[in-house]
């Protein structure tokens, strides 16, 4: 099931890529400030159950990964930029995890929706793991976008609305920081 967002962004020529890579605050946190970036929405996909709660998926027994899906237009920035982002700001070669965060829910995805985005998120997997910019294997899995559900609306726009959180000021603040000095010049003016 595909979101409504995702249809929507269609409409106005916008592409859509939806994203596991850790908990989906942190994600959302990032691509809200990249240009090119039209909207983000966390949610849960690649499982078994319809419509789980956020508890649900936190407990590993739905098969869901918390994602972001990136509406995004494709004429300011590329599936290939987004990619190449999203590869930057979590661990691609822990399994199941992304630092204190463990289970399959944490698990580093790209749900693909159509056969370009499965060949470019292949290739820049494979251009990445010859660059040996990590000493582990890419661990990254890439598998047909099923069974999207949005997440609750307290689990949207987290970090904006909660950035005062321990977890937030732990694990998102310097995340984002690493990212704002990093691609100061792809990050939305004003923000």
């Known amino acids: 099931m595909k979101?409504?967002?995702n249809g929507q962004a269609k409409e106005l020529n916008r592409e859509t890529a939806t994203l596991g890579g850790g908990c989906f605050w942190c994600l959302e946190?990032?691509?809200?400030?990249l240009q090119g970036v039209d909207s983000i929405e966390s949610g849960y996909a690649g499982?078994?159950?319809d419509n789980p709660s956020y508890k649900q998926v936190c407990t590993g027994s739905t098969g869901h990964a918390e994602v972001v899906q990136v509406t995004y237009d494709p004429r300011e920035i590329s599936f290939r930029e987004?990619?190449?982002?999203?590869f930057s700001i979590h661990d691609p070669t822990t399994l199941n995890r992304q630092g204190a965060d463990a289970g399959t829910q944490y698990r580093s995805a790209i749900f693909y929706e159509d056969d370009e985005q499965k060949m470019v998120a292949n290739e820049?997997?494979?251009e990445l793991g010859a660059a040996e910019i990590w000493s582990d294997p890419i661990v990254t899995e890439v598998t047909p976008l099923s069974n999207y559900h949005r997440a609750e609306d307290n689990q949207q726009s987290f970090y904006r609305d909660n950035s005062w959180q321990p977890y937030c000021q732990v694990v998102i603040t310097p995340k984002l920081a690493r990212f704002?000095?990093?691609y100061a010049e792809r990050r939305k003016p004003g923000v």
């Not at 946190?29 to 400030?33: G, V, Y």
């Not at 987004?82 to 999203?86: A, I, S």
């Open 3 to 5: 979101s409504e967002q």
């Open 29 to 33: 946190a990032i691509f809200e400030e």
């Open 47 to 49: 499982g078994w159950v």
């Open 82 to 86: 987004v990619l190449e982002v999203f």
């Open 124 to 126: 820049v997997i494979r």
């Open 180 to 182: 704002r000095k990093k």
